[in-house]
């Protein structure tokens, strides 16, 4: 369990899916309700704006789903950002996402279960509801990453090719340079492989990852069992004095 004490004085970068909310069968069913907006804002006026998401949705969506909430936020994996003030950096889109989609809802045919997420640097195969699609899923993402010369990206019951140009460890580091977080702390807290390069990169810059769920091999130092822990231990950091 982490000291609540690790965020003083620190910036503090959060994962979305799997950290903040619990992943859903299909990724348009996770609601961000009131409770967990005004942790964010509470979190904020706490931390003096050193507050990120740093995730694999769009930007877009994640400040959709917080209704504008003002903090820093990384999308697809760190190839996007969009700063509190709304302006925003993003690397070119990829080549060949109309090739992958169509490839994939080839397979979608075979297994209808399956859920193709097209993003603006990647597309996303989904087989959460068809978990015996694994293998053919795994297969089709690998040869299409080779082919195409995007980034196989493994997450929770997910497969996603996606521009190699950055991941979330470069989003934090980048991050971390501007004026507000530069010289502090860096905390980031995440669930899965996809976190491992920012838990890296917090750690190389004097900071700590904090692993939610169960205990793995990982970059990161501390651990919170769960979503609800993670919400719990947020509060906790969004109170203390």
């Not at 530069?182 to 917090?202: H, I, N």
Request: aromatic share 6%; glycine share 10%; with cysteine.
């Amino acid at each position: 369990m982490p000291p609540v004490s690790l965020l003083s004085g620190a910036s503090l970068f959060l994962d979305f899916d799997g950290t903040l909310v619990g992943i859903e069968a299909r990724p348009d069913d996770v609601v961000v309700g009131q409770p967990l907006r005004l942790l964010m804002e509470r979190l904020l006026n706490r931390l003096g704006n050193r507050l990120a998401i740093i995730s694999g949705r769009p930007s877009a969506q994640i400040d959709d789903l917080f209704g504008g909430v003002a903090f820093a936020i990384a999308g697809s994996h760190g190839l996007e950002l969009r700063w509190p003030d709304g302006s925003t950096m993003a690397a070119p889109p990829p080549m060949h996402l109309d090739e992958i989609v169509a490839e994939m809802e080839g397979l979608e045919q075979r297994h209808p279960a399956l859920i193709v997420e097209r993003k603006p640097f990647g597309v996303a195969l989904h087989y959460r509801l068809e978990p015996e699609a694994e293998d053919d899923c795994r297969s089709l993402a690998t040869a299409l990453g080779k082919r195409t010369g995007l980034q196989l990206q493994s997450g929770k019951m997910v497969f996603e090719l996606k521009a190699p140009w950055a991941d979330k460890g470069t989003a934090l580091s980048f991050l971390m340079a501007g004026p507000e977080m530069a010289g502090t702390r860096p905390v980031f807290v995440g669930d899965d492989e996809t976190d491992e390069s920012a838990f890296e990169a917090a750690r190389r810059l004097g900071g700590a990852g904090i692993l939610v769920g169960p205990p793995r091999r990982t970059a990161a130092v501390y651990g919170l069992p769960d979503v609800d822990s993670t919400r719990r231990w947020l509060e906790a950091g969004a109170s203390a004095e």
